[in-house]
């Protein structure tokens, strides 16, 4: 179940905010990959994490979802995604990051927490979602291509001038 981040979620002292900082941590290869968070993005700090969730939030249009398990969305903090209502250059929505508890992947969180974003974006009636991966990820390009996401255009993200590679799924 997909619910919004809230803006107090974010604040030192909140158990939202511990978890995602826990989430960002396990998932160390990604940041290695991605430069974020320095040398040793292991030891990423909640901090680091709420300014990176600020950033975000601060883009116009952008809405991060935390993925929870159980049918009320009480459980344990699975994943975190954050989706662009509407891109600039295409007006198509964008999914802008998506990482899921490295301790349970490969057990399908990663797809249905998609899935849940693809269901939603359907629901508004939007034709097709585009995201960008970075070109050496090798494990990412695997996983939206296994979601029927194809390689429409080769070029540098918005954020860091990194090398990317966007995909197109209709939905």
Known sequence: MLNPLRTWDLSPSSPVLAELAELYAGNADYHRLSGDFGDRPEEVTAAQVAAALDAELAEPGVEVLLARTGGDGGGPLTGVVAVLDTHPADGLPWIGLLLVDARRRGRGLGRAVAEEVH????????????????????????????????????RPDRQAGRDCVVMHRPL
Do not use: C, K, M, T
């Not at 960008?132 to 080769?154: H, M, T």
């Open 119 to 154: 269901d939603r974006l359907r629901g508004q009636g939007r034709p097709a979602v585009r995201l960008a991966v970075l070109e050496n990820n090798a494990a990412a390009l695997a996983f939206w291509s296994a979601l029927g996401y194809a390689e429409i255009d080769r």
